[in-house]
């Protein structure tokens, strides 16, 4: 079955720490995406990118940062910069950057700080 | 960007039909209509979205105002499967397809 595939599931950062987070899709999408989440709240977008070697800051990029080496995989790090980072994180392609595409999401990793 | 205006909360009962309003008098002319649920503890989901027609699929109806200003997301018979947070989203931007999730609806399904 086609889909996005986040890992982990869960993940704890130490202070002062970087981590990463994957996400990967078999849908031959050119998009992707990278949303962040909190508690009660809707979504937020940190980066994304509509081709591979390019992506774009979205609306909280500050603390983050991404690459987009092959078309099916685009990982988030989240940086010591970002001094509060536990949230719910999601991925999502679309197939094109088109106003009519629909976005999929991959089923998120939680992020808590240890 | 283009905002939306959803209620904070709806109830009905399983196997009853249920009508999710969305307001979004701003809208432009080469917005879409989309709508996503969202599942706890899990990623949103796309249901359906349109421009100026009335759409079905196999999860959903979407009816749209003939100004276009609000929505409606119809749940033809409702199931415990359907109780959800709704988001109705407007993406019409050029390129980027930056979506903006408000607090969207939180739907309760009565057994």
């Known amino acids: 079955d086609g889909g996005i595939t986040q890992s982990p599931k869960y993940l704890f950062r130490k202070e002062g720490q970087n981590v990463t987070l994957s996400c990967e899709q078999n849908?031959?999408?050119?998009?992707m995406y990278w949303y962040r989440q909190d508690p009660g709240q809707g979504l937020r977008l940190i980066y994304y990118?509509?081709?591979?070697?390019?992506?774009q800051k979205g609306d909280i990029a500050e603390g983050y940062s991404v690459s987009r080496e092959k078309k099916e995989s685009f990982p988030l790090t989240v940086t010591s910069a970002q001094k509060n980072p536990t949230a719910f994180y999601l991925c999502?392609?679309?197939?094109?950057?088109?106003?009519?595409?629909?976005?999929?999401f991959g089923d998120g990793t939680r992020l808590s700080i240890l | 960007d283009a905002k939306t205006t959803q209620p904070n909360s709806m109830e009905s009962n399983e196997e009853e039909p249920v009508h999710l309003p969305c307001n979004h008098s701003?809208?432009?002319?080469?917005?879409?209509i989309h709508w996503y649920r969202q599942l706890p503890s899990q990623g949103p989901e796309y249901v359906i979205h349109?421009?100026?027609s009335n759409v079905n699929n196999r999860m959903a109806s979407l009816a749209i105002a003939e100004d276009r200003k609000s929505s409606t997301l119809i749940l033809h018979r409702a199931t415990l499967r359907d109780a959800a947070v709704y988001y109705c989203?407007?993406?019409?931007?050029?390129?980027?397809?930056?979506?903006?999730f408000g607090q969207g609806t939180r739907l309760t399904i009565n057994p």
């Open positions: 349109g421009l100026t």
């Open positions: 849908l031959n999408h050119d998009a």
């Open positions: 990118s509509q081709i591979v070697n390019d992506f």
């Open positions: 999502a392609s679309s197939i094109w950057t088109t106003s009519n595409q629909p976005q999929h």
């Open positions: 701003t809208i432009s002319g080469t917005d879409y």
């Open positions: 989203i407007l993406n019409g931007a050029v390129g980027a397809q930056k979506l903006v």
